[in-house]
T-cell receptor
Framework: NAGVMQNPRHLVRRRGQEARLRCSPM?????VYWYRQLPEEGLKFMVY????????ESGMPKERFSAEFPKEGPSILRIQQVVRGDSAAYFC????????????FGPGTRLTVT | DQQVKQNSPSLSVQEGRISILNCDYT??????FLWYKKYPAEGPTFLIS?????DKNEDGRFTVFLNKSAKHLSLHIVPSQPGDSAVYFC?????????????FGKGTHLIIQP
């Protein structure tokens, strides 16, 4: 009974490079959420996706960030041309179709931009 | 603009005693509230939730109380155990606000002393 999987767990990128973060939801879950946690802060919602659809991206920065959840494969959060301020822990959560409130979180990817 | 506030960054409680974690919110449209527990290097784990139609929900050692008029909720853990030492996040959602993610507080670090 695997939980939400995220990889990599740690990612180091130089300024200007691209970061790709992957999330595999729990089996049977069709809803995926991405959150970002900056140091000393709570988690901030970024985007909510269902398979092949972005439902709400109101928390996503307007530039450089994109997310997808294809029909097959994991959800990907992509950050282009990373800057130091992108350094944070990025958490993915999934929920079953009928219960979005009870979101199950992955272990997170810690992105460090040098 | 912090819509969910946890004003105590940390709380120290003796083992066996009651731990009370507090959370205040400003958005009167929130109608569902959750508590998550987080250990270092792990994702948040769902603990307990409450709908705005209730004022109390209990699950084992955990009880959440909701005071809608004060826009305040609290999590009680009794008796506190060493394994309860973690960061606790309060989260809220507005079910009528469309599909979006949870709004989290900054967390309270609970330390259980032997």
């Amino acid at each position: 009974n695997a939980g939400v999987m995220q990889n990599p767990r740690h990612l180091v990128r130089r300024r200007g490079q691209e970061a790709r973060l992957r999330c595999s939801p729990m089996k049977g879950h069709s809803h995926v959420y991405w959150y970002r946690q900056l140091p000393e802060e709570g988690l901030k919602f970024m985007v909510y996706l269902q398979k092949e659809n972005i439902i709400d991206e109101s928390g996503m920065p307007k530039e450089r960030f994109s997310a997808e959840f294809p029909k097959e494969g994991p959800s990907i959060l992509r950050i282009q041309q990373v800057v130091r301020g992108d350094s944070a822990a990025y958490f993915c959560a999934s929920s079953p179709k009928d219960s979005f409130y009870e979101q199950y979180f992955g272990p997170g990817t810690r992105l460090t931009v040098t | 603009d912090q819509q969910v506030k946890q004003n105590s960054p940390s709380l120290s409680v003796q083992e066996g005693r009651i731990s009370i974690l507090n959370c205040d919110y400003t958005n009167s449209m929130f109608d569902y509230f959750l508590w998550y527990k987080k250990y270092p290097a792990e994702g948040p784990t769902f603990l307990i939730s409450i709908s705005s139609i209730k004022d109390k929900n209990e699950d084992g050692r955990f009880t959440v109380f909701l005071n809608k008029s004060a826009k305040h909720l609290s999590l009680h853990i009794v008796p506190s155990q060493p394994g309860d030492s973690a960061v606790y996040f309060c989260a809220a959602d507005n079910s009528g606000g469309g599909a979006d993610g949870l709004t989290f507080g900054k967390g309270t670090h609970l330390i259980i002393q032997p």
